[in-house]
């Protein structure tokens, strides 16, 4: 037999001819080759790919394969007569690519921004269906349900525009997009930066001595930088939500404001406030009326705060056959039951209440600021009125009020008194005198005076020692007073005397002030001496000094004249007429000194030219110049005219 063998170039061909392989998977290709003589050499090669690695022989082989591995694939064949290649089509499919974007993009919003939410997927085969969602805050579940407006509605993109941001908007948004391989999401978060708000606080009722605890719920994006709280009277309590605080007294009623702040990204910084009524039940609480509250003279025994605590009563004194109007009055809360006198009068010595016509009560507003017209106390005030006082009317009066404080009616009643209206007889004791305003002015003090019928004190002031009567400085109806117009270098007695339309008490005993020259200082009262002393004794020894001199100079002239020549010149110029040149060696251009010389001595009379202005005397060689004070005035000594003169002089 023969065997006929006809040589071929390779006849080449690739299965399957189209691979599809999804992402991430494994491509297998298969190159089947015919030749004669028998192929030599196979290769791979791909259109973008710079080298195909993972083949052996005719078999390709690529594990987790990428986007990068889709393309056409090309393998060529090899023997001695020639080469020849086949072609196949690799298609990857992938699940989309998103992408999500805020526009504008921004690290924090702020509420009423617009925003623009847009997400676009890319895959294969393309995208059949893209949404977008909010991420619910509470669970790991979607809500398509925002306030937004649909712009672009695609397989592969969508788009909402949402016109104004508010705090709901605030949150995780994604974007889920899918294909026949799988799907894939993408999310961004938007900071919608807000408030703060403080919620609404119910109002709180606490009884007296009880417990205040009340919380401040702010909603804030971000977290507040600082919470405070703030008492009625703009105290701060606390820098957290929680106010707490114990033993609430009446005292503590009112409005509690809680103030939050919020920093933003932008640096601003913004604030909300929140108020809480708080009212503090409490039993009716007794307010004795001040004097000038009445038209009867009437003064408390003691302050409201001290006469509420011990019950002291308070006295009103009128005259028999005068009006008189008794008062008390009442704080507290709740108010009375509806249809109750909210104070009720009673006669001590019957126990009966007093006929309600001569009862006239209203109601007073005590309560001031922000505090938005609510009542936090009830405060009534109550007189009973007498007419015309009748002796019998004299005697002790009960006034009394209740209300449901704690549950059950709560009651109090407190003492008047009224008296018969005379004369202070008790005098106010002085408390300090005060010299002010450089010792210029001089405030006195005093101390009231208890349980009497006072309207003005006056005070008075004389020389101290003296049995004058005092003279009137003034009238107040307050407790102190300014004395002006009091001389210097005096001592003077002051004092006070309590009066009323029936006349003044004994004025106090007095107390001594010194009043001193303006600028000087002072020590006051009994101890400080009399500053006339200095002013007495520094005239005497300036008389004393100047007879001392008058008496030396008559002894001078007398001894100069015995000594001076006959044949006397007139003295140079400068020098005073009729003055020896021995006796006034050294005067200088008229200046009356004389700076020493044999003897040093003048007796000197007018006229003189120049005027000296002071003569200096040295001690010479005896006569009167020695033990003279070195600087004596121009009028210690008399020049003279000419030596006829002299001699008539002496």
């Known amino acids: 037999t023969v065997k006929l063998v006809i040589d071929y170039p390779p006849i080449v061909k690739i299965q399957p001819e189209v691979q599809t392989v999804d992402e991430g998977g494994t491509l297998n290709l298969i190159c089947e080759v015919d030749a004669e003589p028998e192929a030599h050499h196979i290769s791979w090669t791909h259109d973008t790919l710079s080298s195909v690695s993972g083949f052996r022989g005719n078999v390709l082989k690529i594990e987790h394969v990428t986007r990068a591995h889709q393309g056409i694939y090309t393998c060529t064949a090899t023997n001695s007569i020639s080469s020849n290649s ?64 649909e712009t672009v509605n695609e397989p592969d993109s969508r788009e909402y525009q949402i016109a104004s941001l508010t705090n709901d908007h605030s949150g995780t948004y994604e974007c889920r997009s899918s294909n026949s391989v799988g799907e894939t999401t ?13 919620r609404a606080m119910d109002d709180v009722e606490v009884e007296e001595g009880g417990d205040l605890s009340v919380k401040c719920q702010v909603d804030s994006s971000p977290p507040p930088t600082e919470i405070v709280w703030k008492s009625p009277t703009g105290l701060t309590l606390a820098r957290s939500q929680l106010l707490q605080t114990s033993q609430l007294g009446p005292q503590d009623s009112g409005r509690y404001t809680c103030s939050a702040e919020t920093t933003f990204h932008d640096n601003s910084v913004h604030h909300h406030s929140q108020h809480v009524d708080v009212f503090v039940t409490y039993k009716p609480k007794y307010l004795p009326c001040q004097a000038e ?90 007189e009973l009125l007498f007419k015309s006082v009748r002796e019998s009317d004299y005697g002790s009066y009960y006034c009394s009020s209740a209300n449901p404080a704690t549950g059950a009616a709560s009651s109090r009643r407190a003492e008047v008194k009224l008296s018969r209206l005379a004369a202070p007889t008790t005098s106010p004791q002085m408390r300090a005198v005060q010299q002010q305003d450089d010792g210029r002015a001089v405030r006195v003090s ?51 005397r309590a009066c009323n339309p029936k006349g003044c008490s004994q004025f106090s005993t007095p107390e001594i002030t010194t009043i001193p020259v303006p600028g000087q200082q002072t020590g006051g009262g009994d101890n400080a001496p009399p500053p006339v002393r200095a002013i007495v004794v520094v005239p005497v020894l300036l008389i004393g000094l100047v007879l001392l ?75 009167c110049g020695g033990g003279l004070p070195h600087s004596l005035p121009p009028s210690a000594c008399e020049y003279l005219a000419d030596p006829a003169a002299a001699a008539a002089a002496a």
Not at 114 to 140: E, F, M, N
Not at 454 to 473: I, K, L, M
Not at 557 to 570: E, G, V
Not at 594 to 623: A, F, K, Q, R, W
């Open 86 to 149: 086949a072609e196949t089509r690799v298609q990857i499919q992938y699940r989309p690519s998103v992408t999500f974007q805020a526009h504008p993009a921004r690290a924090a919003y702020r509420v009423g921004d617009p925003v623009r939410l847009a997400c676009s997927a890319q895959g294969a085969p393309r995208p059949t269906h893209t949404t977008i969602s909010k991420l619910a805050a509470s669970a790991d579940t979607h809500s398509s349900v925002f306030d937004r407006q």
């Open 186 to 198: 993408k999310s961004i978060h938007l900071t919608v930066q807000y408030g703060p708000t403080i």
């Open 293 to 382: 509250e009445s038209s009867t003279w009437g003064r408390p025994v003691a302050s409201p705060a001290t006469a509420a605590a011990t019950a002291t009563p308070v006295v009103f004194m009128a005259g028999e056959g005068e009006e008189a109007r008794l008062c008390c009055q009442f704080t507290m809360y709740p108010p009375p039951p509806p249809g109750e006198p909210p104070v009720t009068w009673y006669q001590f010595m019957n126990q009966s209440a007093v006929d309600s016509s001569r009862v006239l009560t209203h109601e007073r507003t005590v309560d001031s600021g922000d505090d938005g017209g609510v009542r936090f106390h009830f405060h009534y005030r109550s």
């Open 446 to 496: 005093w101390s009231g005076v208890p349980n009497m019928a006072v309207n003005s004190y006056q005070v008075g002031y004389r020389p101290r020692g003296s049995d004058a009567d005092f003279t009137r400085a003034g009238t107040t109806a307050q407790s102190e007073l300014l004395l002006t117009g009091l001389a210097p270098r005096r001592q003077y007695e002051v004092a006070v």
């Open 549 to 623: 001199i008058t008496l030396f100079s008559v002894i001078c002239k007398r001894y100069r004249r015995r000594r001076r020549p006959t044949n006397q010149r007139l003295p140079s110029k400068g020098m005073p007429a009729g003055a020896h040149p021995d006796e006034l060696e050294g005067l200088k251009g008229g200046h009356g000194e004389l700076d020493g010389g044999s003897g040093g001595h003048c007796m000197i009379v007018p006229p003189y030219s120049p005027p000296p202005t002071g003569i200096h005397i040295t001690e010479g060689n005896g006569g």
